[in-house]
């Protein structure tokens, strides 16, 4: 492997000084135009690249985005996806970090990752589902599926109520009515406001809300696990799941298929996000789909808002149910 080519290896084959290497890459004047065209070909052609903190140190900037996340899933990949669209036409890198994986830590994972990266390496941060906002940072922040809601932190979300209600609503509509609900994690308002909508679809259908049918799924895999075999444990089992997201889901319909349950002929089951997982599956997954491409646009358009001198913004997009084949009517 090739060393790292320095600031020096380009003065030299462009025939200055390291001073004049600088200013042409940092445009500063007192360069010609015919130097400073020789000393770009240069830097082209050994692949030089600057300190990204000496840059920054020195400008005040970086011109990085930071996406904050704890660990590289579905739900965090569909958004960065729309981040780095959204960036394309604008002089803005992304750096996507992942908070939680070399701590070992879920908890507090964002207050790391923004005293790492704050105020040297990015001008602002996306925190994706934080579990924590902090009060204050470094650098502008957007908090995408916040902690606690649309609270002083800029913020960007969908109507968590109304999806859940929705999807609860169409498993009345086929006829559920003994029908679980796999929460997701206790100190995030998405999922408070998923199991609100849950038990709203309920009451209004004059259907008694039975709290043995609640169990934690926690929005991952493997803590959705035991939840699963909890509610297909009950001496009644439930007939339909809605599942506080669609990884939940997905393993919910796994503990089904090994317990020799037929989805959706003996339990029918609902996500939430919809990921690609979700319509690769067999069966695919009915589900609330979040515009997850969008909201990630979105959190730049506010970030970037917020860079000009802008005040936060607060943004809730709808969530729209699509029907699969992993719901059918009771009995089917």
């Known amino acids: 492997m090739n060393a790292r080519t320095t600031i020096t ?23 010609s135009a015919e130097t400073h065209a020789r000393i770009l070909r240069v830097v082209a052609e050994l692949g030089y690249e600057s300190s ?3 840059t920054s140190m020195r400008r005040g900037r970086t011109n990085v985005i930071g996406v904050l996340v704890a ?12 981040v780095s669209t959204a960036l394309q036409d604008t002089p803005y890198d992304v750096l996507a ?14 207050r790391r990752s923004l005293s790492r990266l704050g105020g040297t390496l990015i001008d602002g941060a996306i925190l994706v589902t934080p579990t924590t906002t902090p009060p204050q940072a470094a650098v502008p922040i957007v ?12 913020t960007v979300a969908v109507h968590n109520v109304e999806g859940a209600r929705t999807a609860t609503e169409h498993l009345i509509s086929l006829g559920h009515r003994r029908i679980a609900h796999l ?4 100190d995030l308002e998405s999922a408070q406001q998923r199991e609100a909508g849950y ?3 309920l009451g209004a259908a004059g259907i008694p809300f039975d709290p043995s049918l609640v169990v934690d799924g926690g929005y991952r895999t493997a803590s959705a696990t035991a939840g699963a075999h909890a509610i297909l444990d009950l001496p009644e089992r439930p007939t339909a799941v809605f599942a506080a997201n669609d990884l939940t889901a997905l393993e919910a319909m796994r503990v089904a298929a090994e317990r020799g349950l037929r989805v959706p002929d003996d339990l029918s089951v609902v996500g939430f996000d919809d990921i690609p997982e979700a319509s690769s599956n067999n069966p695919q997954l ?3 789909r979040q515009p997850l491409a969008e909201m990630g646009a979105a959190a730049v358009g506010v970030l970037l808002g917020m860079l000009r001198g802008e005040d936060p913004a607060h943004i809730r997009m709808h969530a729209e149910l699509v029907v699969r084949s992993s719901t059918a009517p009771i009995g089917s």
């Open 9 to 31: 290896d380009v003065a030299r084959a462009a025939g200055v000084s390291v001073a004049t290497v600088s200013k042409a890459i940092n445009g500063r004047d007192g360069v």
């Open 52 to 54: 990204l903190v000496a």
């Open 71 to 82: 660990e590289f899933e579905p739900f965090a990949l569909q958004l960065l996806r729309g």
């Open 97 to 110: 970090y992942a908070g939680s994986v070399s701590a070992g830590e879920h908890l507090g994972w964002e």
């Open 143 to 154: 908090a995408v599926d916040p902690h606690e809601g649309p609270h002083g932190t800029a």
């Open 183 to 186: 929460r997701g994690r206790s």
């Open 199 to 201: 038990r709203s679809a």
């Open 286 to 288: 009915t589900t609330v």
